[in-house]
């Protein structure tokens, strides 16, 4: 475990002392935000200044002012609080090399800042560990943040919230989950008010955005073809469950393809797609209809899922048709219901694991180096990590502080 950790560690490092990425941020631009915002807030017009109603949900309670009460759910709040006690040596110390920057006469690096953070929705473990860890991570370097939640990961209706950020003039912003496609036009008055964008796991463009966060996906995608590849020795049939819409799930998919070409006794026989936001439902009935059309015992040997629920809502289905012992599900994410599936001997057998806590942490410590000034890297890449029955327990006790 900790060669892996100690790997995540090497290859942020290495980017994060880059200087000289495409796209990194210029110091220029905090000055150049500075005057910006005085003439952007007596340019906003009345409908520009209008906001609407943030949205709450079971896991949030969002802020269209800044200044509100986080809530945040217990666990999650626990783990973001006690995420380095327990963790490797590596880890440890990468964790403290930030703390140790975030004092500096007295004052917190962050103070003086409005960062808005946003994302679609929070409809699983990564997508509460990145939003709520960006929030609190910005606030304990002493930011005040400004935060909300669409309805759903890619609905439409984000490109108004992100420009309900834009229309209250922060210094920056930071959104998890989208593409350009929708919020384009959000990120084009962003730049027209100098202010920088921040991505996590996402797919972002333009000149006002200064840095993206995310996960090694060409190294998730191949990870999980691999694993196929060897379970089955290169002989199977079976399914991929994937969406377009989510760059990164977009080049899992493209190496998915690229090593099934050199494996042509790997036969896909159904491509299942979800539909958000209803995505366990709309994927256990395509399931469920894929084991219909191909009830022979051995006609489906594996699932491929391009994140974790789906691929769950994948299991249900064929626990339910008791087909479990002929079939194996791959997932993506390392969300907690998933590994406890893998520990508990579930078909759900694997999955490759994002640290989404790692990627907040870091992101927000980019935002707030930038705002000082500091030239930060257009792109940090975190390696993912296989799971296993054989490593389950291990990983689950560092990514999620407690025994399964």
């Known amino acids: 475990m900790k060669k892996k950790v100690l790997g995540i560690l090497t290859v942020i490092s290495m980017v994060v002392s880059m200087t000289a990425c495409a796209g990194g941020g210029d110091a220029s631009t ?10 952007a807030a007596s340019q906003k017009t009345e409908s520009e200044g209008k906001e609407t109603q943030p949205s709450t949900t079971a896991a949030a309670q969002s802020s269209a002012t800044g200044g509100g009460t986080l809530t945040i759910p217990e666990d999650v709040e626990m783990l973001i609080a006690n995420r380095a006690k327990g963790a490797p040596d590596e880890v440890l110390a990468f964790y403290d090399s930030w703390s140790a920057k975030e004092m500096k006469d007295g004052k917190k690096p962050g103070e003086g800042f409005t960062v808005a953070v946003g994302t679609g929705d929070l409809y699983n473990d990564t997508a509460l560990f990145g939003f709520w860890g960006t929030v609190k991570y910005l606030e304990e370097m002493g930011c005040n943040v400004i935060y909300n939640v669409g309805p759903g990961s890619y609905a439409p ?8 950020f834009v229309a209250q003039n922060p210094d920056a912003i ?3 989950f989208a593409n350009s496609q929708l919020l384009g036009s959000g990120i084009e008055k962003a730049g027209q008010r100098n202010i920088p964008v921040f991505g996590l796991d996402n797919a972002l463009s333009g000149p006002s955005v200064i840095g993206e966060v995310t ?4 190294e998730i995608g191949r990870i999980a073809a691999n694993y196929i590849v060897n379970k089955t020795s290169g ?13 990164g799930i977009e080049i899992r998919h493209t190496m998915w393809d690229l090593i099934t070409k050199e494996h042509p006794g790997i036969e896909e026989i159904s491509e299942i797609p979800w539909t958000s936001p209803d995505v366990l ?21 594996f699932v491929h899922a391009n994140y974790d629920l789906p691929g769950m809502a994948c299991a249900d289905a064929i626990e339910a048709a008791g087909r479990q012992d002929e079939m194996f599900v791959i997932g993506i994410d390392g969300d907690r219901e998933a590994m406890q599936r893998i520990a508990a001997g579930s078909c759900f057998e694997a999955t490759v694991s994002q640290d989404f806590m790692l990627m907040a942490f870091t992101i927000s410590h980019q935002i707030v180096d930038h705002l000082n000034g500091k030239e930060v890297p257009r792109f940090l890449y975190c390696p993912p990590t296989l799971v296993t029955k054989d490593n389950v327990a291990e990983v689950y006790k560092f990514k999620y502080g407690e025994d399964l």
């Open 215 to 218: 996960s090694d996906n060409f």
């Open 157 to 164: 209706e984000n490109a108004q919230v992100f420009e309900n």
């Open 281 to 301: 439902t709309s994927t256990r009935d395509r399931m469920d209809a894929v084991l219909e059309a191909n009830p022979d015992p051995g006609s489906i040997r």
């Open 174 to 176: 930071m959104w998890q």
């Open 30 to 39: 905090t000055t150049a935000k500075t005057q910006a915002k005085t003439e």
């Open 235 to 247: 002989e199977a049939k079976g399914v991929e469950v994937f969406a377009t819409g989510h760059r």
